[in-house]
């Protein structure tokens, strides 16, 4: 049996490659301080403290503004005509949004919300234009960032398509964590409710919660104030002999 696809989990070489090149980028860039660059004081840049649960903007609003996290987490969500609702990405430290207002999107598809307290760079639309022109370590830090943002959504879709819920989850934790195939043994993840991992996954929340219990019965979780998360976890996404509870 094939084994089930197991995106930014599994290694392939052709995102390996891709990355090595965005590692390169990222160190031509070392010299370059976004925060410093970004906040420097000047017309259509604002600096931005955000509390929790904050909307930054909302779906159907004008576009015109790109926005830079500094600090913290937002998640981009996405209401259907009939009313339901679901979390398309959770952004962190070092990620653009809003940035389909460059491609000539004059309003918003989403609804952005801060996860956390959390601190963000508004740029106007023509300055972020006028800032991708003239400065080249502005333009590769975007750049980076888009391919970074365009191989997530397609591993996103393939994981919907192809995996069950349990492994769905344990994917979402294992990159909320940063566990990747150089990852630490354990790591906390961000202060994120079992309803909004539940839209990110595609399931309910009562799934999400069985499933936590279940990772943590088995030791590959485990909870204080915070959620901890083991390398450990790894073993369900890659393991297809495991039953399934999707």
């Known amino acids: 049996m094939a084994n089930a696809y197991s995106p930014s989990i599994a290694p392939r070489t052709s995102r390996s490659k891709l990355r090595g090149e965005m590692s390169l980028a990222g ?3 070392a010299s370059f ?3 410093t660059f970004l906040t420097r004081a000047g017309e ?3 600096t931005l403290q955000c509390q929790k649960h904050q909307t930054l903007f909302t779906q159907g609003d004008a576009a015109t503004a790109v926005f ?3 600090e913290g987490h937002v998640k981009l969500t996405v209401i259907s005509l009939q009313g339901k609702e ?6 962190e430290r070092g990620a653009f949004l809003g940035e389909s207002c ?4 004059t309003v918003r598809t989403t609804t952005a919300i801060a996860v956390e307290d959390s601190t963000l760079v508004r740029i106007d639309k023509e300055v972020m234009i006028r800032l991708l022109h003239a400065e080249p370590t502005v333009s590769e830090l975007f750049l980076t960032h ?5 191989m997530r959504i397609q591993e996103d879709l393939v994981d919907h398509l192809f995996n069950p819920s349990e492994k769905r989850l344990a994917r979402v934790l294992l990159l909320l964590a940063h566990l990747g195939e150089d990852g630490k043994p354990e790591a906390v993840i961000p202060k994120i409710n079992q309803e909004t991992l539940a839209e990110m996954i595609g399931t309910t929340r009562s799934r999400v919660s069985f499933f936590l219990n279940r990772f943590r019965k088995m030791g590959f979780v485990h909870y204080n104030d915070r959620l901890h998360v083991h390398r450990s976890l790894r073993t369900v996404v890659l393991d297809d ?5 999707g």
């Open 33 to 35: 301080n976004p925060k």
């Open 146 to 150: 888009l391919l970074s943002r365009n």
């Open 44 to 46: 259509g840049r604002t």
């Open 102 to 105: 460059l491609a000539g999107q």
């Open 86 to 91: 679901a979390v398309v990405a959770l952004l």
């Open 27 to 29: 160190k031509r860039a």
């Open 241 to 245: 002999c495991r039953p399934s509870y």
């Open 68 to 70: 830079y996290i500094l």
